[in-house]
């Protein structure tokens, strides 16, 4: 009974790692400090169906107005 209980268990494993993947190139919008996570954000332009990609870039305790503008020249 266990022998066939792990058969079942792991048979349905098999098929959980049927990933579909695709590839999408977005532009940045901008990018933001937001005081209460304490983590500089960037923001994706939407694409045609109004989504967009808010990615987390840096932790840090306070803005600092120097690192938001070089990350704003850098990216």
């Not at 999408?24 to 937001?34: H, M």
């Not at 169906?49 to 987390?56: A, K, R, Y």
Request: proline share 1%; glycine share 2%; with cysteine.
């Amino acid at each position: 009974m266990v022998l066939m209980l792990l058969f079942v268990t792991s048979a349905q494993q098999v098929f959980a790692n049927e990933i579909e993947q695709h590839t999408t190139t977005e532009t940045i919008d901008y990018i933001y400090y937001d005081t209460l996570a304490k983590t500089y954000y960037m923001n994706t332009y939407p694409d045609a169906s109004g989504g967009f990609w808010t990615l987390d870039l840096l932790c840090s305790n306070r803005e600092d107005k120097n690192m938001l503008e070089a990350l704003n020249k850098y990216f």
